[in-house]
């Protein structure tokens, strides 16, 4: 699986802690920065996560900022990304298998490089359970074709 990964500059050391998180665990992990301290704008980050998945460059992601918050709701607005902020894994194990979340995203000023850690494994250790929760998630795209013509 090929995971894509970018924060801004609140979360390059977490960012950076991550990716070889995950590559030791063997997945492909894709890298679309920030590197630097430098400041920088979170929602342009958020979109690169979000087209690459949408482009079929990559096939899930992982975006980082101080809260999670601001750089998944940029992603969000990218049709057919579900970006859940998650802060403890039991959330993170649930917006995988209820709700489809193709993006796992959490704040490095929030949550500690362990807790972090426990996050992308409850994520990507984690599949969609289908059944009852595919129809909702079809009712969120529902809502994205609506304001999408
Ligand atoms: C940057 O200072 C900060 O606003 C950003 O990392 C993030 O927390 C926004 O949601």
């Known amino acids: 699986m090929k995971i894509a990964i ?8 977490m960012k950076r802690e991550i990716q ?7 997945y492909e992990v894709i890298n679309f920065g920030t590197d ?8 342009d980050y958020g979109l690169k996560v979000a087209e690459a ?7 899930q992601g992982v975006l980082i900022c101080g809260t999670g ?25 649930l917006a995988k298998q209820h709700n489809n979340a193709n993006i796992i995203a959490f704040g490095a000023r929030i949550v500690g490089m362990e807790e ?10 984690s599949e969609f ?12 795209s529902e809502i994205e074709k609506k304001y999408n013509k």
């Open 6 to 13: 970018a924060n801004d500059h609140a979360a390059v050391e």
């Open 53 to 59: 998945i949408k482009n079929g460059e990559a096939d």
């Open 129 to 140: 359970l289908g059944g009852r929760h595919a129809m909702r998630v079809d009712l969120i």
């Open 36 to 43: 630097t301290n430098e400041r920088c704008n979170y929602p």
């Open 69 to 93: 918050i601001g750089i998944s709701l940029a992603a969000n607005k990218v049709p057919g990304i579900r970006a859940a902020v998650c802060s403890e894994p039991v959330s993170a194990r």
């Open 116 to 125: 972090a850690k426990a996050i992308v494994d409850a994520f990507f250790g």
């Open 20 to 26: 070889s998180y995950l590559e030791e665990k063997g």
